[in-house]
Nanobody, 128 residues
Framework: VQLQASGGGLVQAGGSLRLSCETS????????SGWFRQAPGKEREAVGC????????????YADSVKGRFTISRDNANKNMVYLQMNNLEPEDTAVYYC??????????????????WGQGTLVTVSS
C-alpha cells in the first residue's frame, strides 16, 4: 500500500489550495481516509476524515478549526484519489499535511491510530 500526497505550496491568507492523495495497493474507496497536519513545534492533529463508500455515503467529519473552510472528497472517476480542498486559508493552517488510509475500517475517526497507511506529507505555508 502506498499513499502519495501532493499539492502543497505557498499561499497568501484568504487563498485556496487543493491537496491530492493518490493511493495504490488496496481498495481506497471502500475504507476510510483521513487528513492530518503537523505545524512546526506542535503535535500532529486531525483535519478530517471521510468514510468508506459502504457507510453513510462517505460523509466527511472535520475538526472544528477547519469546518466551513475545508472539504474532503473522493474522485468518482479516479477511485484511488482523495482530495482536501482548503479555502480561506489562515496563517495558522501552515503545516505539513498528511493523508492516511485504513485498510481495516469503513467508518472514519480522527485518531491517528485508526489509520495504518500514511503518505509522506506535503507542506502548506500560508503567509499573512
Amino acid at each position: 500500500v502506498q499513499l502519495q500526497a501532493s499539492g502543497g505550496g505557498l499561499v497568501q491568507a484568504g487563498g485556496s489550495l487543493r491537496l491530492s492523495c493518490e493511493t495504490s495497493g488496496f481498495s481506497l474507496p471502500y475504507y476510510a481516509s483521513g487528513w492530518f497536519r503537523q505545524a512546526p513545534g506542535k503535535e500532529r492533529e486531525a483535519v478530517g476524515c471521510i468514510r468508506g463508500r459502504a457507510v453513510s455515503v462517505g460523509r466527511p467529519n472535520y475538526a472544528d478549526s477547519v469546518k466551513g473552510r475545508f472539504t474532503i472528497s473522493r474522485d468518482n472517476a479516479n477511485k484511488n484519489m482523495v482530495y482536501l480542498q482548503m479555502n480561506n486559508l489562515e496563517p495558522e493552517d501552515t503545516a505539513v499535511y498528511y493523508c492516511a488510509a485504513t485498510s481495516k475500517h469503513t467508518d472514519c475517526r480522527t485518531e491517528a491510530a485508526w489509520y495504518d497507511n500514511w503518505g509522506q506529507g506535503t507542506l502548506v505555508t500560508v503567509s499573512s
